[in-house]
Nanobody, 127 residues
């Protein structure tokens, strides 16, 4: 059974940084595309970033380009989301997701392309 466990969320001031981690188990981690999705209260879910199994391909939502970086360590079965220059609009619950090995650029930023999800970690950015 695939399990995804996020950590690293918390309260940070605007302009600050956080690094989220997601530890995966239950499948051969290096084979699978991973992603981060967030959902703020009263807002639709937003796909933030994705990374291919080997780490050579990445995707970012326009709202986080240049501020967030997704990476993975396949030796540790962990995917990361480094978040810099945070602002109040980044406040949300952040979820880790695991998809198939397939990388199709028009697909990887969609929640439907992922079949396993973590429980989420809260990120709150104060002004």
């Amino acid at each position: 059974q695939v399990q995804l466990v996020e950590s690293g969320g918390g309260l940070v001031q605007a302009g600050g940084s956080l690094r989220l981690s997601c530890a995966a188990s239950g499948r051969t981690f290096k084979n699978y595309r991973m992603g981060w999705v967030r959902q703020a209260p009263g807002k639709e879910r937003e796909f933030v970033a994705a990374i291919s199994g080997g780490g050579s391909s990445t995707y970012y939502a326009d709202s986080v380009k240049g501020r967030f970086t997704i990476s993975r360590d396949n030796t540790k079965n962990t995917v990361y989301l480094q978040m810099n220059s945070l602002n109040t609009e980044d406040t949300a619950v952040y979820y880790c997701a695991s998809g198939s090995p397939v990388w199709i650029a028009t697909m990887v930023g969609r929640g439907q392309a992922y079949d396993y999800w973590g429980q989420g970690t809260q990120v709150t950015v104060s002004s």
